[in-house]
C-alpha cells in the first residue's frame, strides 16, 4: 500500500478553475459586478480573485507545505491581512457560492500537489455545538464535503466533537496553546487503519490540527494529513 505521509510537490500551472455561467448567473453579474474575494475590486465574470490577488497571495506548490509534529499539510493562501478578510467572510457569512470555491481549489491544490492523493476519508474540524446551531454552519465542515466530493471519497462525520464554547480567534497565540484545542473524540469511536484529510480553515498556532490528528491516530487511523484555506505567520500583526 502507497503512502501518504508526505505531500510529494508537482509543479503546475497556477490558473482558477473555470466554470460556464447560466443566463441569471450572467445577468446577476451585470447589475451586481462580482468582487475579488480577498481584496474587494471588481473582477471579470466568472473569475473570483483578481489577478493581483492571485499572483500575490495564492502560494506556489513549493510554498504550500508545512508540517506540524506529525501532520503535514497544505495551505492554499499567503498570510495578509486582505487574505485573512477573505478568509473570515467564509469563517462568518458563510456564502455557499464562496464556500463552494474554497473548497474546489483546496482540492485542485492537493491535486496538483499528489496527483493520486490515498486518502480513505476526509474528516474537519469541529465547531462547539452552541455556535454551529447560532450560525447555521461549519465552514470547515462545508469545506470538507466539498474536497470529498471532489476527491471522490467519503465525508467522515461524527468523529471529534468540541468541548467548549471560548471563541478561539479572541485568544492569542499563548493563550490557544497553554489552553488547547478544546477537541474530544466521540465517545464510542473506533477506526480501523483509515488514511484520512482533516479540513479546517485557518491554522494559527497549529494546535487544533496537531490535537485532531492525535486524536484520529489514537482512535486507529493510520496517517492524517490536514488542508487548510490560510496558515497565519507566528506573531504578525498587520
Known amino acids: 500500500m502507497k503512502s501518504m505521509a508526505c505531500f510529494k510537490v508537482k509543479d503546475s500551472p497556477r490558473g482558477e478553475r473555470g466554470s460556464g455561467l447560466t443566463w441569471m448567473e450572467w445577468l446577476e453579474d451585470l447589475f451586481f459586478p462580482p468582487r475579488c474575494l480577498l481584496c474587494g475590486r471588481v473582477v471579470e465574470t466568472g473569475r473570483k480573485l483578481c489577478t493581483r490577488c492571485h499572483e500575490k497571495y495564492r502560494l506556489s506548490p513549493e510554498e504550500q507545505r508545512f508540517t506540524l509534529g506529525t501532520i503535514t499539510a497544505l495551505s492554499l493562501f499567503r498570510d495578509s491581512e486582505e487574505s485573512r478578510r477573505g478568509v473570515n467572510k467564509v469563517k462568518f457569512q458563510g456564502d455557499p457560492k464562496t464556500l463552494e470555491y474554497f473548497g474546489l481549489e483546496m482540492a485542485k491544490m492537493l491535486r496538483d500537489c499528489c496527483p493520486d492523493p490515498l486518502f480513505d476519508g476526509v474528516t474537519f474540524v469541529p465547531m462547539p ?9 461549519n465552514q470547515a465542515e462545508v469545506l470538507a464535503r466539498v474536497v ?59 494546535t487544533t490540527l496537531q490535537e485532531c490528528g492525535l486524536l484520529l491516530r489514537q482512535a486507529g487511523a493510520s496517517e492524517v494529513a490536514g488542508i487548510v484555506l490560510l496558515r497565519r505567520q507566528k506573531d504578525k500583526e498587520f
Not at 129 to 137: F, P, S
Not at 176 to 193: F, M, T
Open 129 to 137: 455545538t452552541e455556535r454551529q446551531k447560532n450560525r447555521g454552519y
Open 148 to 206: 470529498a466530493r471532489e476527491l471522490g471519497v467519503p465525508l467522515i462525520s461524527n468523529l471529534l466533537e468540541k468541548q467548549d464554547i471560548l471563541t478561539q480567534h479572541n485568544l492569542s497565540g499563548s493563550m490557544r496553546r497553554k489552553r488547547g484545542s478544546g477537541c474530544r473524540l466521540i465517545p464510542g469511536v473506533r477506526l480501523q487503519g483509515e488514511r484520512l484529510l482533516l479540513v479546517d480553515d485557518i491554522c494559527t498556532t497549529g
